[in-house]
């Protein structure tokens, strides 16, 4: 059997901002291979720039008058200039941590699977907002289109292969891993009966997510023919009785 076949990752990950930012530069596209740190995207917060600026000089006024304070014999001041500067210290480290977190980079090595495109320079982007999707150097799924009145003959654990368009004859075994399900197209209406299926060995680095081509299962024709035959047997018997001359 014989399906159109399309690639997606065995498993992806996506970085969405933990807080609003601007997008200063996006540095991949999709396809390309990261390494693990290796920077994705940089984006902006002017609202944590400044609140790192203003924790800073409080720190630096705090500690000032904190000498003061020591100078005069003040003890009391002197201990609450000091706790105040604690504070303004600890504000500046976690808006420091905050802004690092606008460098958005691997978290090892992988393939990007979609990021921000540079038309995207410049905007605000809110809380949540996928910066980019990768997938972890693991290897690639398929997802296979079949015919509903052949769903019924997959199982998972069956085995197969396939071809993806434009990487000549290569042809990559597969197993299936799902039982085949219907997805509706919402916008188009359109139902398919698709079957989930992972690519059982290494070499995928020409593969690429949305890569289509067919895709052929070994599947078990037994149930197939029990079906048919029934009918057959039925025709046959209605046959031999006409033949015979029984009436109804």
Do not use: C
Not at 84 to 89: N, S
Not at 211 to 220: D, K, M, P, Q, V
Not at 228 to 243: C, E, F, G, I, S
Request: cysteine-free; aromatic content about 6%; overall charge negative.
């Amino acid at each position: 059997m014989s399906n159109f076949a399309q690639a997606r990752p065995s498993q992806s990950v996506t970085i969405a901002l933990p807080f609003g930012a601007f997008l200063e530069d996006t540095l991949v596209r999709p396809g390309d291979v990261l390494q693990s740190g290796e920077i994705a995207a940089i984006l902006r917060s002017p609202e944590i720039e400044n609140g790192i600026v203003e924790q800073t000089v409080t720190h630096s006024l705090e500690l000032i008058n904190a000498q003061d304070a020591l100078n005069t014999g003040n003890l009391g001041e002197f201990q609450l200039a000091e706790k105040r500067a604690e504070i303004a210290l600890l504000r500046r480290d976690q808006l420091q941590s905050q802004q690092q977190q606008l460098t958005v980079t691997a978290p090892s090595e992988s393939r990007v699977v979609t990021a921000l495109p540079q038309g995207e320079r410049g905007n605000f982007l809110p809380t949540g907002s996928p910066v980019v999707a990768l997938q972890p150097m693991s290897g690639f799924d398929v997802l296979i289109d079949v015919a509903p009145s052949d769903a019924a003959l997959i199982e998972v654990g069956q085995t197969g292969h396939v071809f993806f368009r434009g990487l000549s004859d290569e042809t990559f075994p597969l197993e299936v891993v799902s039982a085949p399900t219907q997805t509706t197209n919402p916008d188009t209406g359109e139902t398919r009966t698709q079957v989930r299926a992972r690519l059982m060995e290494a070499g995928q680095a020409d593969l690429l997510v949305g890569l289509s081509g067919f895709a052929r299962l070994e599947i078990r024709t037994a149930p197939r023919i029990v079906g048919l035959t029934r009918p057959l047997v039925d025709y046959m018997r209605l046959l031999a009785w006409k033949t015979l001359g029984f009436t109804f």
